[in-house]
């Protein structure tokens, strides 16, 4: 590290300066976490902490971030590019969206965008994305086994929610208007305003002390670090062309499976990542948009990198990716997305690692449990939402670990007190799903199991994958177990699909048994 940090005085700034201007930068954006963290309203923020915080450039190029969540932080700078290329924004104002064809990733995601004013000229911007529990659609929760994007919930694009420091009122009961919690989410919305304004006002004390010239121009130069550092990984991988592919079980609404492909093309210093070949969009909610696949590409390519990389917009640069339009890596209007987010996700990693397994095996894990298993509960009187983690796939060096969030998701989960003091739910088991890892020379981590009784008639959806095809493993290893769902209704136990809708009766148990992470290595 030490070493690379010399090489930047060959670019001609001050290396010491650049790592105290990224410690700077990313301290804002974790203390924006804090604060949204122990200002919101809902469970789902507070304790499972489904938020990320950044910073970005006056062009809209991430430049710092908070470690939260994979799948939000890689898409963002389009929602942040979006706001700015269609509202003129004045000093005091914010600009809010969801919609998922102009850099967001699925509706319960909210983006609130602050530029930042120096001497008259907007600078640089913030912004923080949430998931809302409920932001309306033909189900509890907004993830609902959906055709088209207007089942899934209210569309935002790039408006204004704060004009001139105040906060636009017709705007606020536009959105309340469409959910089934208002005031959860009227709650949630003005933490997210909130903490903007914290991240605003440190990034003008920052510019005041050290002068904004310099501020920007170290933003620029962590930029073109990190591309320095991303551009020397790619020239550490062996040239050449690598193909993998694997499949959704379904979209929740037709049986048939969904191929991901991808090749990746390693050219010295740059990388071609084109997923040509994968399905067409299809009819139900699996689709991902083209800020997903960025996403996942920006995730994977930085755990390649041996040293610590700024995470910000430059690590994309020497990447070219293409994702064919119109086909589920990049979904056009009007494309259900609500699973494309938390779920095809999920297999843009598992290809892509597939593919980078054969340029660099010695680095690569076998596939984790490929699904964040969502889960939501409610009615109109409350929506519960959560993501189950499961295995860790096996690593080339030691076993997978077991009963964790894994890839783009990176939320903690709601504790069992919580939900029982918050929702009209009771969690019966919540425990390691022993022997689901994968047999091998090391071996895969194990799921979770986790059970949870109605108390009261509610709405309830899954949306979960690895259901029929099994997290792989890798070197000969074996595959995960794949996970199930269950209901249990009048004693008899009903094996239910891995996308369902259904009305819940008061005494019912849903049961998620999640899957295991691949093995690595053949058992000799």
Same mark, same amino acid.
């Given at each position: 590290?030490?070493?690379?940090?010399?090489?930047?005085?060959?670019? +001609?700034?001050?290396?010491?300066?650049?790592?105290?201007?990224?410690?700077?930068?990313?301290?804002?954006?974790?203390?924006?976490?804090?604060?949204?963290? !122990?200002?919101?309203?809902?469970?789902?923020?507070?304790?499972?902490?489904?938020?990320?915080?950044?910073?970005?450039?006056?062009?809209?190029?991430?430049?710092?971030?908070?470690?939260?969540?994979?799948?939000?932080?890689?898409?963002?700078?389009?929602?942040?590019? *979006?706001?700015?290329?269609?509202?003129?924004?004045?000093?005091?104002?914010?600009?809010?969206?969801?919609?998922?064809?102009?850099?967001?990733?699925?509706?319960?995601?909210?983006?609130? =965008? *602050?530029?930042?004013? %120096?001497?008259?000229?907007?600078?640089?911007?913030?912004?923080?994305?949430?998931?809302?529990?409920?932001?309306?659609?033909?189900?509890?929760?907004?993830?609902?086994?959906?055709?088209?994007?207007?089942?899934?919930?209210?569309?935002? &694009?790039?408006?204004?929610?704060?004009?001139?420091?105040?906060?636009?009122?017709?705007?606020?009961?536009?959105?309340?208007?469409?959910?089934?919690? &208002?005031?959860?989410?009227? @709650?949630?919305?003005?933490?997210?305003?909130?903490?903007?304004?914290?991240?605003?006002?440190?990034?003008?004390?920052?510019?005041?002390?050290?002068?904004?010239?310099?501020?920007?121009?170290?933003?620029?130069?962590?930029?073109?670090?990190?591309?320095?550092?991303?551009?020397?990984?790619? !020239?550490? #991988?062996?040239?050449? *062309?690598?193909?993998?592919?694997?499949? #959704?079980?379904?979209?929740?609404?037709?049986?048939?499976?969904?191929?991901?492909?991808?090749?990746?093309?390693?050219?010295?210093?740059?990388?071609?990542?084109?997923?040509?070949?994968?399905?067409?969009?299809?009819?139900?909610?699996?689709?991902?948009?083209?800020?997903?696949?960025?996403?996942? =590409?920006?995730?994977?390519?930085?755990?390649?990198?041996?040293?610590?990389?700024?995470?910000?917009?430059?690590?994309?640069?020497?990447?070219?990716?293409?994702?064919? =339009? @119109?086909?589920?890596? /990049?979904?056009?209007? &009007?494309?259900?997305?609500?699973?494309?987010?938390?779920?095809?996700?999920?297999? %843009?990693?598992?290809?892509?690692?597939?593919?980078?397994?054969?340029?660099?095996?010695?680095?690569?894990?076998?596939?984790?449990?490929?699904?964040? /298993?969502?889960?939501?509960?409610?009615?109109?009187?409350?929506?519960?939402?959560?993501?189950?983690?499961?295995?860790?796939?096996?690593?080339?060096?030691?076993?997978?670990?077991?009963?964790?969030?894994?890839?783009?998701?990176?939320?903690?989960?709601?504790?069992?007190?919580?939900?029982?003091?918050?929702?009209?739910?009771?969690?019966?088991?919540?425990?390691?799903?022993?022997?689901?890892?994968?047999?091998?020379?090391?071996?895969?981590?194990? +799921?979770?199991?986790?059970?949870?009784?109605? #108390?009261?008639?509610?709405?309830?959806?899954?949306?979960?994958?690895?259901?029929?095809?099994? &997290?792989?493993?890798?070197?000969?290893?074996?595959?995960?177990?794949?996970?199930?769902?269950?209901? !249990?209704? /009048?004693?008899?136990?009903?094996?239910?699909? @891995?996308?369902?809708?259904?009305?819940?009766?008061?005494?019912?148990?849903?049961?998620?048994?999640?899957?295991?992470? @691949?093995?690595?290595?053949?058992?000799?």
């Amino acid at each position: 590290m030490i070493d690379k940090l010399l090489e930047t005085e060959e670019m +001609g700034f001050d290396s010491i300066k650049l790592e105290l201007y990224r410690n700077i930068l990313n301290s804002i954006a974790e203390e924006m976490g804090v604060a949204l963290c !122990r200002s919101a309203l809902s469970t789902n923020i507070k304790e499972r902490r489904d938020f990320s915080c950044a910073i970005f450039n006056r062009h809209g190029k991430m430049i710092a971030q908070a470690a939260h969540i994979p799948v939000h932080l890689g898409s963002m700078p389009l929602s942040v590019m *979006s706001a700015i290329k269609e509202i003129e924004m004045s000093k005091d104002d914010m600009v809010i969206l969801n919609d998922p064809f102009r850099g967001g990733t699925h509706l319960p995601d909210i983006t609130l =965008v *602050s530029p930042v004013f %120096i001497e008259e000229i907007p600078i640089f911007f913030v912004a923080n994305r949430a998931h809302h529990a409920d932001v309306g659609g033909m189900t509890p929760g907004s993830m609902p086994l959906s055709n088209h994007i207007i089942q899934e919930g209210i569309r935002i &694009p790039p408006i204004k929610i704060v004009e001139n420091g105040e906060i636009r009122g017709d705007v606020f009961e536009l959105l309340l208007s469409n959910v089934r919690t &208002p005031k959860e989410r009227c @709650g949630d919305l003005e933490s997210q305003i909130s903490t903007n304004r914290i991240g605003r006002q440190r990034l003008i004390e920052t510019s005041e002390k050290y002068g904004v010239t310099e501020v920007s121009d170290y933003m620029d130069r962590l930029q073109e670090y990190s591309a320095r550092l991303m551009r020397q990984s790619l !020239r550490d #991988l062996a040239d050449g *062309s690598y193909s993998f592919s694997d499949f #959704l079980d379904d979209d929740g609404i037709d049986s048939h499976p969904i191929e991901l492909c991808v090749k990746i093309t390693i050219d010295g210093a740059e990388a071609i990542i084109d997923f040509t070949g994968s399905a067409d969009q299809v009819k139900g909610s699996m689709n991902a948009t083209y800020a997903i696949t960025v996403s996942a =590409v920006f995730y994977v390519f930085q755990c390649l990198v041996s040293v610590d990389i700024p995470s910000n917009s430059g690590c994309l640069d020497p990447i070219e990716i293409i994702a064919p =339009v @119109g086909s589920v890596v /990049n979904a056009q209007f &009007p494309a259900a997305v609500a699973g494309g987010n938390v779920e095809t996700s999920q297999r %843009i990693v598992d290809v892509l690692f597939g593919a980078l397994a054969q340029a660099c095996p010695g680095l690569i894990p076998a596939a984790s449990s490929g699904t964040m /298993n969502n889960l939501t509960i409610g009615n109109q009187n409350y929506t519960y939402y959560e993501t189950i983690g499961g295995g860790m796939g096996a690593r080339p060096n030691q076993d997978g670990i077991s009963a964790i969030q894994t890839h783009m998701t990176n939320t903690l989960n709601t504790p069992i007190e919580s939900i029982e003091t918050s929702f009209p739910l009771q969690v019966e088991k919540y425990k390691i799903r022993s022997q689901s890892g994968g047999e091998g020379r090391l071996r895969g981590g194990d +799921g979770i199991i986790r059970t949870y009784r109605l #108390l009261s008639p509610a709405q309830v959806t899954i949306l979960s994958e690895r259901r029929k095809f099994p &997290p792989y493993g890798l070197d000969g290893g074996e595959p995960g177990k794949t996970g199930q769902n269950i209901l !249990r209704r /009048n004693n008899q136990n009903i094996e239910l699909e @891995g996308k369902v809708s259904f009305s819940g009766n008061n005494k019912d148990i849903i049961e998620i048994k999640t899957p295991g992470g @691949g093995g690595f290595g053949a058992l000799k």
